[in-house]
């Protein structure tokens, strides 16, 4: 299991030339499947903005960083994927509500399975003095899915 926080920032390596390719600075979901998708490379380059690592493909993590094989490129992004830290449809900051339409909380991070991507639990917040008092709240998925209602995300 792990979460962005675990993955922000984390450098990406060519693994043949030990070149490095970018940082991580988000990640892709796909909204119709519902699950991770892919790591979003950040550099100063001008394809940089338009390419992931995708989650299901062949590299290396170590300490130092994720190495890419030789064989692997950066794949462009799908219609279907939508980041989910930044962009005008990013899925942080939403706030997730039960179907009688009350409020469970707002997300702030996702958990997810590095090989597949599919999406465990989210990390919720109900506001500053509330994750002092009774810490972060972590909404597990299970069986129930989420989908999008609005501007809001609906727990089945």
């Known amino acids: 299991m792990r979460t962005f926080d675990k993955v922000k920032g984390a450098p990406v390596f060519c693994g043949k030339t030990n070149c490095l390719l970018g940082v991580i600075s988000d990640l892709t979901y796909c ?6 998708t892919g790591y979003w490379i950040q550099n100063h380059q001008w394809w ?3 390419h992931v690592l995708p989650i299901k493909g062949k590299y290396q993590r ?6 890419v094989h030789h064989n692997q490129f950066l794949t462009p992004v799908d219609n279907n994927e939508r980041r ?25 991070d996702v958990y997810f399975l ?7 639990g ?6 500053l003095f509330e994750d002092f ?3 972060i709240m ?18 089945h």
């Open 114 to 120: 590095p090989n597949s991507g599919r999406i465990l």
């Open 62 to 67: 170590t300490k130092k960083g994720f190495f």
């Open 138 to 155: 972590v909404k597990k998925t299970g069986d129930s899915g989420i989908s999008f209602k609005g501007t809001s995300l609906l727990i």
């Open 133 to 135: 008092t009774r810490g």
């Open 31 to 36: 909204s119709k499947e519902g699950r991770i």
């Open 84 to 108: 989910f830290f930044h962009g005008k449809d990013r899925m942080i900051g939403k706030p997730v509500v039960k179907q009688d339409g009350d409020m469970v909380g707002i997300v702030e």
């Open 122 to 127: 989210y990390e919720l917040t109900e506001g």
């Open 48 to 50: 940089s903005r338009k």
